[in-house]
């Protein structure tokens, strides 16, 4: 039974041992447990704050991720309607130069229709003329074939000059 029971000297050793333990750990043990744990809280601290400084970013960088995507979103709509009224503006512009083109083939054509038609008058009397030289021709072959004709002829166009002059 003497393993369950100890004596006094056991027991006042054990003691001592393990006060003179305690004054150890106490000396230089627990001064360095207590400046790492005072190390670790200061780290989880800033840890903390630091989450939170991010968190500050995070929500300020999506406030500005939206008004980017906003400003963004009045720019494509500012594009567009721009856009749009260029294209109007473009086809309007190209209606009023097709008219425009239009207007001169037409005019071109119009002066090119009426020169021809002139130049098919002029000619068309041209052959007329032709055509009536040749028959006075030949009227006045036929009527001068004698003498006496072709003599009265030139005393009637004497006649005639002499009464101008």
Known sequence: ME????????????????????LLLGKFA?????KMMSERADLIDKGVAYAQEAKQHMDNAKA????????????????LREAARMKAQIIEDAKEA????????MDAAQLSIA???????????????????????????????????????VDKLLNELETQN
Not at 3 to 13: D, E, I, Q, Y
Not at 30 to 34: E, L, T
Not at 71 to 78: F, H, M, N, T
Request: with cysteine; charged share 25%.
């Open 3 to 22: 393993l369950f029971t100890p004596s006094f000297g056991l027991v006042f050793w054990m003691f001592v041992v393990f006060v003179l333990l305690c």
């Open 30 to 34: 627990w001064p360095a447990i207590i």
């Open 64 to 79: 500005e991720a939206d008004k980017f995507i906003l400003d963004a979103k009045k720019q494509q709509s500012e594009i």
């Open 98 to 105: 097709a008219t425009l083109e239009a207007k001169k083939v």
């Open 115 to 153: 020169q021809e038609r002139k130049e098919a008058e002029l000619q068309f009397r041209n052959e007329v003329s032709a055509f009536a030289i040749q028959i006075a021709e030949k009227l006045l072959r036929e009527r001068m074939a004698n003498d006496k004709a072709q003599s009265q002829l």
